[in-house]
């Protein structure tokens, strides 16, 4: 299977603490991309850091991308609890047919306690 | 714009029975997706497709077969369910981002609960 991983698989944490959740991927990337997704949505696209990118911020979420280790890591700073939700990653991979197709890591449920 | 729209929003088959899983999306975007989300398994790429009039396998097309009806409209279909089927089943799809250049991000539609019994 290509689908990365994520650690941790589960974090609890404090309304204003930061929570790092990290990925791995398995083959050479184009962009690696962030989304979010609360309890029985669909996906929120959140950031995306291209292969030549090393680090991006966007608000609160700071995102690493290490191509030599295969990995990214999301910062989410000063968290709330309207941050809890399960977060993924993906790396998307360019097609014969013309488009990107993406490969989802396996998540990280945060969970931020009030 | 309603983005991602799927019906129905849940559904209980038996084994054996077929049912059409619809998807549709009103941002023009050219390339459609279907995932499958399972319990600790994050999201598995199922079909896509590139733009009208083609179709792609992902990581796990057997058991289902897909039609890009026209641009807006990408339909999942299980002919014959099995339990193992059981599932959310979420569209998606994408076009360049505003710089345009070739970034995409994907726009998710609210998922279809299937429990196949």
């Known amino acids: 299977s290509q689908q990365g991983e994520e650690d941790p698989q589960a974090l609890s944490i404090q309304e204003g603490e930061n929570a790092t959740m990290n990925c791995s991927y398995k083959?050479?990337?184009?962009?690696l991309q962030w989304y979010r997704q609360n309890s029985g949505r669909g996906l929120v696209h959140l950031i995306l850091?291209?292969?030549?990118?090393r680090e991006k911020h966007s608000g609160r979420l700071r995102v690493t991308l290490d191509t030599s280790k295969k990995s990214s890591s999301l910062l989410i700073t000063a968290s709330r609890a309207a941050d809890t939700a399960s977060y993924f990653c993906?790396?998307?991979?360019?097609?014969?047919?013309?488009?990107?197709?993406?490969?989802f890591g396996t998540g990280t449920r945060l969970k931020v306690l009030a | 714009n309603a983005g991602v729209t799927q019906t129905p929003k849940f559904q209980v088959l038996k084994t054996g029975q077929s049912m059409t899983l619809q998807c549709a999306q009103d941002?023009?975007?050219?390339?459609m997706y279907w995932y499958r989300q399972d319990p600790g398994m994050g999201l598995r790429l199922i079909y896509y497709?590139?733009?009208?009039?083609?179709?792609d396998k992902g990581e796990v097309p057997n058991g289902y077969n897909v039609s890009r009806l026209n641009k807006r409209e990408f339909s999942l279909r299980l002919e014959s369910a099995a339990p193992s089927q059981t599932s959310v089943y979420f569209c998606?799809?994408?076009?360049?981002?505003?710089?345009?250049?070739?970034?995409?991000?994907?726009?998710f539609g609210p998922g279809t609960r299937l429990t196949v019994t």
């Open positions: 850091i291209r292969s030549n990118e």
């Open positions: 998606a799809s994408s076009a360049p981002d505003h710089t345009g250049t070739r970034h995409y991000e994907q726009y």
């Open positions: 993906a790396t998307d991979f360019y097609t014969t047919s013309g488009t990107y197709k993406y490969i």
């Open positions: 083959t050479s990337i184009n962009n």
């Open positions: 941002m023009n975007h050219n390339s």
């Open positions: 497709s590139a733009s009208e009039g083609t179709t």
